[in-house]
């Protein structure tokens, strides 16, 4: 069975500063997803990373992808206020053409609260 | 990138009730999927949505309370049947688009009394 484990679950941080949440994997996928969540709305879609080594960058955002550890970072550099939100990491446990084919199995959610 | 409308987006309904939720895409895709979000949780997978023939459920969801349908490639419905407050969630639509990005739909939001 497929599980994610994010960490930390809530992060309190001051504006301008940096941090990094975590999101482990348990077994092998071809794809790794985050998403940002407001109070009250659905989620947006920030990253998709599909292969070992994988970055991507927008804005304070950064995400990464180390398959061989089984573990995806979120980068956040110099926090505003508008980051404060929940962050979800999510992985599909398949291959195109497989029965997991495109499901999410969801982390708990970071979140997050940037404070002056 | 698709966009993913739902109706409605938020209803209160009464014990032993049903409710059935549209999700609409604006193109095309093949893959369509329900989620839930229970208050305070994270999203987990109901089932897949296939076009065509009957939806794949995960563990712990079933046909009879649950009830889905997919008449093409952009629209399905889910049905939420003879509710209890347990079943008070947000319910989510989402599709894979081109790259592998899934989109959510908006949500709706299901309250039971």
């Known amino acids: 069975e497929l599980k994610v484990e994010q960490n930390p679950l809530f992060l309190s941080m001051q504006e301008g500063k940096n941090y990094t949440i975590y999101c482990n994997y348990s077994?092998?996928?071809?794809?790794l997803y985050w998403y940002r969540q407001d109070p009250g709305k659905s989620l947006e879609s920030l990253f998709v990373l599909l292969s070992n080594g994988a970055v991507k960058q927008e804005g304070r955002l950064m995400a990464s992808l180390d398959t061989k550890a089984r573990l995806s970072t979120l980068h956040i550099t110099a926090a505003v206020h508008d980051l404060s939100a929940t962050y979800f990491c999510?992985?599909?446990?398949?291959?195109?053409?497989?029965?997991?084919?495109?499901?999410?199995?969801f982390g708990q959610g970071t979140i997050l609260t940037v404070h002056p | 990138s698709a966009v993913i409308s739902q109706k409605p987006s938020r209803d209160i309904c009464q014990r032993g009730t049903s409710l059935t939720i549209q999700c609409q895409v604006d193109s095309q895709v093949t893959m369509m999927f329900w989620y839930r979000q229970q208050p305070g949780q994270s999203l987990t997978l109901i089932a897949t949505a296939n076009q065509g023939s009957e939806a794949t459920y995960e563990s712990g969801f079933v046909i009879d309370k649950f009830p889905i349908s997919r008449p093409n490639l952009t629209f399905s419905t889910l049905t939420v049947s003879n509710m209890s407050p347990e079943d008070s969630s947000i319910y989510l639509c989402?599709?894979?688009?081109?790259?592998?990005?899934?989109?959510f739909g908006p949500g709706t939001r299901l309250t039971v009394l």
């Open positions: 989402s599709a894979m688009g081109g790259g592998g990005t899934q989109y």
């Open positions: 999510a992985v599909t446990g398949g291959n195109a053409g497989g029965t997991s084919y495109g499901k999410l199995t």
């Open positions: 077994t092998t996928s071809d794809r």
